[in-house]
């Protein structure tokens, strides 16, 4: 079993930055794909970013430039880096891994803009 826990969100201010972090608690030997999403009020869930085991990160056209998404095998942690951040990203952002046996989801940590 593993279970995902996300910290890092908070207010800040437009042009601000955050880093978010998801750790992966229990044994992951491989995985399909792990990644950021997010979900603003009244909006469905959308990927902010994402990798799949072997390749690099890919990023929604709306944060390219402006996010990064790294991890460390090591810590079994992903992060998601956010520079010059705008009100429109102000959502909750939510982890994901998906393994060959099943997916994960993390319980969210809430990103808003203070302006």
């Known amino acids: 079993q593993v279970h995902l826990v996300e910290s890092g969100g908070g207010l800040v201010q437009p042009g601000g930055s955050l880093r978010l972090s998801c750790v992966a608690s229990?044994?992951?030997?491989?995985?399909?794909?792990m990644g950021w999403y997010r979900q603003a009020p009244g909006k469905q869930r959308t990927i902010v970013a994402s990798?799949?085991?072997?390749?690099?990160?890919q990023y929604a056209d709306s944060v390219k430039g402006r996010f990064t998404f790294s991890r460390d095998s090591a810590k079994n942690t992903m992060y998601l880096q956010m520079n010059s951040l705008k009100p429109e990203d102000t959502a909750v952002y939510s982890c994901?891994?998906?393994?060959?046996?099943?997916?994960?989801w993390g319980q969210g940590t809430q990103v808003t803009d203070s302006s």
């Open positions: 994901h891994l998906a393994t060959p046996q099943r997916e994960y």
């Open positions: 229990g044994s992951i030997f491989s995985f399909n794909n």
């Open positions: 990798i799949t085991e072997g390749g690099g990160p």
